[in-house]
């Protein structure tokens, strides 16, 4: 198998990056809200604290997956 | 057990399957920049470049005439360019034609030109060519690189957030003279008072006070502007037609700078002596650790930054994406085109929602991210003091 031009290649690459990172960014996220409901049903008065919590926590996942994404775009253009 | 075993066995029978129907494809590198598009059909790249880059004018819409020309409806801006061979240059970017003409010895960029400096040999990616940027030309109307120019203009992203800014001043100069005046301090506060109060008092419990201690009041104003002009900047964005100002990594970057400053400048002897010589560690983790303690330094406001134009251009993007996706089926057929509009309607109304929220969300956590970091910076032996204060 021969790939042909560079421009495939690096669409291919940024695309593909990109996909992996929103699989990666799909498994934290679900990671943390597995935690957070799992400690509401062990303490449900503590609710809004922990939605607090894993709503920033999310955010910083998302971050991680977004560094990824964007160089994806990089390797594109 | 014999469920593990079927388990084992149906995932080995999927995935010979799968290997089996895979067909090698290749990326669509086609030939040139455009991967081979044809001219009239839909490019939807440029489309979603056009809207979220930086431009010379708001524009709003094509009114497409029965003979296939367009006119471009917008709101035209001012261009201001200073060349030390040629001088100021102020003049409306209406006079560009949308890149057609030349004007005052300046060019839009648009397909056109793109297309035929790309034939006169220019490499449009090494030197920085894209559509919508201006270039200098020379009386042949030829690009003329020997002119230098400075081009400081009034582009939409910079309207946007000096109109943004002044909203902002002009809601909080209101809420805070009507503060002074004894409004909503001893009774309860009502109209624009009530609806920033609780957002406010958000700010000041839940992002200053734990993370600053006693000190939150110094910064204070700082984060709120933050949390604020982000937050606006993020919902007018949202708006279809306006520019995309929090998407623009320059933007972010000296936001990220600013709060950059504020953390060093707030930084103390014992927060460098903990990246130098972290305690209770042996003397080889420190040769490890202390690289990467001073890295992150830096690398704290830099994802602070990335996080946010990530955010939000990825937001944008996706957006025009789902309502893209309607002209691109069009394209193929019109019984198609019509049968997936009201679910790409109804994918961008979802995704909307969720642009809302985020839009808070990110504001919500760039202004504590740096509280946290200034809270980093400046805690010093005085742990349980800090804390008995709450």
Not at chain 2, 17 to 31: C, H, Q, R
Not at chain 2, 66 to 92: E, H, N
Request: aromatic share 12%; proline share 4%.
């Amino acid at each position: 198998m021969v790939l042909l031009s560079d421009v495939a290649n690096s669409n291919a690459g940024g695309a593909i990056g990109a996909g992996l990172a929103a699989m990666g960014a799909g498994i934290g996220v679900g990671q943390i809200g597995k935690g957070a409901v799992e400690a509401i049903a062990r303490q449900p008065e503590a609710l809004n604290d922990i939605r607090a919590n894993m709503i920033l926590t999310a955010a910083l996942v998302e971050g991680a997956a977004l560094f990824a994404i964007i160089v994806g775009l990089l390797a594109v253009l | 057990m014999t469920s593990g075993l079927m388990k084992s066995f149906t995932v080995a029978v999927f995935s010979i399957f799968l290997l089996l129907i895979s067909m090698p494809s290749f990326a669509n590198g086609g030939d040139g920049e455009n991967g081979g598009k044809k001219k009239k059909a839909f490019d939807a790249q440029e489309i979603i470049f056009g809207h979220v880059l930086d431009g010379h004018e708001f524009h709003f819409f094509d009114i497409t005439h029965d003979d296939g020309t367009k006119t471009p409806v917008g709101i035209p801006l001012p261009v201001i360019l200073y060349s030390p061979q040629r001088g100021f240059d102020v003049f409306m970017s209406s006079k560009f034609h949308h890149g057609e003409h030349e004007y005052a010895g300046y060019r839009l960029l648009n397909a056109e030109y793109l297309e035929k400096l790309k034939d006169q040999g220019h490499d449009l990616k090494k030197e920085g060519l894209s559509a919508g940027k201006i270039i200098a030309v020379d009386g042949n109307d030829n690009l003329d690189k020997s002119v230098k120019f400075y081009d400081v203009s009034l582009t939409r992203n910079v309207v946007q957030m000096i109109l943004a800014l002044a909203f902002l001043v002009w809601i909080m100069i209101t809420i805070a003279k009507r503060y002074e005046k004894g409004f909503g301090v001893k009774s309860a506060p009502t109209g624009m008072q009530n609806l920033l109060e609780p957002v406010i008092t958000f700010v000041r419990d839940e992002v200053a006070k734990p993370n600053l201690g006693a000190k939150w009041e110094k910064y204070l104003p700082y984060l709120l502007t933050l949390f604020f002009f982000i937050l606006i900047n993020n919902i007018v964005g949202l708006i279809p037609g306006t520019a995309n100002v929090t998407g623009n990594i320059a933007f972010t970057f000296v936001l990220g700078i600013i709060s950059f400053i504020v953390i060093l400048a707030s930084s103390k002897k014992h927060y460098w002596g903990h990246i130098f010589n972290p305690p209770g560690m042996p003397l080889w983790v420190k040769f490890i650790l202390v690289p990467v303690e001073f890295v992150s330094v830096f690398v704290k406001p830099m994802a602070l930054i990335i996080r946010l134009f990530a955010n939000m251009v990825a937001g944008h993007i996706i957006i025009i994406c789902l309502i893209s996706l309607i002209f691109i089926f069009s394209a193929m057929s019109k019984g198609v085109g019509i049968a997936s509009s009201p679910l790409a309607v109804v994918f961008t109304i979802f995704i909307y929602f969720i642009e809302i929220l985020v839009a808070f969300l990110q504001a919500y956590i760039f202004a504590m991210l740096t509280a946290v970091f200034v809270g980093q910076a400046f805690e010093g032996e005085h742990h349980d003091e800090a804390h008995a204060a709450h």
